[in-house]
């Protein structure tokens, strides 16, 4: 794997090893990374955890972090993508971690970046890094994917959560469902009404309705949709034995999920932002090992040893 870009691009083989090395790392072993690589962080987007914890997986994996504030970047100035990653391989940077508005703004990078490139949310894209982070606690949980009923609620269209989960958990063998107001469902085929997904779910996954990515503010209630769409404490009594609530985070409590569930026996959703410090482990070093092993191999054959 030289990047993380799209869960697409991901075999079940290399999803699973990353969610082993994930356990290893929280298991307490060290990293098995043998120098120093350098790292930026370039979010152009807000972010609390996936930037927080990518700065916390590539210390505990032996990382030299190099500051980089995409607000007093050059790219303010008009740099594009591509010049401002090159500038920063140029600089000694391995790698770096990007979050961006635009879908899919890693294509510019494919050709002539040899630093890797790790995908932390494209627009209403992808959203690997978060993914793998819940399809660990989802098997540290069930211990497997294969015929749970996933049901992923809310703002589908807009959501890189929805969509990497949705490739990654079929892909595995899970059911995945969807749940959302008529005008969310994007590509995919969704119910309505928690009545169809309710009582037989396995993991009720939540999701932030995404008003920056919305065309119009339409006239949104939050009363209304937490009425129809929110995880209630009267809905979460009928949950199945064993089942649990996700969600990414950032959340709005009162609105896809009731304030005093947040933290409720079923919630993973503080479990999951501990997850991806041990998940972000198992990626960079998953990456920079990938990249270290190719550069023996190919330093072997020019020395022809
Ligand atoms: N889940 C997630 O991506 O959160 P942040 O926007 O805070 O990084």
């Not at 037989?200 to 769409?229: C, G, P, T, W």
């Not at 404490?233 to 089942?243: C, F, I, L, N, Y």
């Amino acid at each position: 794997m030289k990047n993380l870009l799209s869960m697409e691009h991901l075999t079940n083989e290399e999803i699973l090893y990353i969610l082993d090395r994930a356990q290893a790392f929280e298991q307490g072993e060290p990293s098995q990374l043998t120098k120093t690589y350098h790292v930026a962080n370039l979010f152009f987007e807000p972010s609390t955890r996936t930037k927080t914890s990518f700065e916390m997986a590539e210390r505990q994996v032996g990382c030299t972090v190099i500051p980089f504030d995409a607000g007093f970047s050059s790219a303010l100035k008009g740099e594009t993508m591509y010049d401002t990653v090159k500038t920063l391989e140029m600089i000694g940077i391995d790698a770096v971690v990007i979050r961006a508005k635009e879908d899919e703004y890693y294509n510019e990078l494919l050709e002539g970046i040899n630093c890797a490139v790790i995908n932390a949310g494209d627009g209403a894209g992808q959203h690997p890094s978060q993914c793998l982070l819940d399809l660990y606690t989802i098997r540290k949980e069930f211990g497997t994917f294969e015929g749970l009923n996933i049901t992923i609620v809310g703002d589908i269209s807009h959501s890189r959560v929805a969509k990497s989960n949705a490739t990654a958990l079929k892909k595995l063998g899970a059911n995945v469902r969807f749940l959302c107001p008529k005008d969310w469902k994007g590509d995919f085929e969704a119910v309505h009404s928690w009545e169809e997904v309710l009582e037989d779910s396995d993991v009720i996954m939540l999701l932030r309705i995404q008003h920056e990515r919305h065309a119009i503010s339409k006239n949104f209630s939050k009363d209304s949709y937490h009425d129809e769409f929110g995880l209630t404490a009267a809905r979460e009594k009928r949950m199945k034995q064993g089942a649990i609530i996700m969600h990414p985070a950032p959340v709005n409590r009162d609105v896809e999920i009731a304030d005093e569930l947040v933290e409720c026996e079923r919630s993973r959703i503080f479990t999951q932002v501990r997850n991806g410090v041990y998940a972000r482990m198992a990626i960079l070093e998953t990456i920079l090992k990938g990249r270290e092993q190719t550069w023996q191999s190919h330093t072997s054959k020019i020395l022809n040893v």
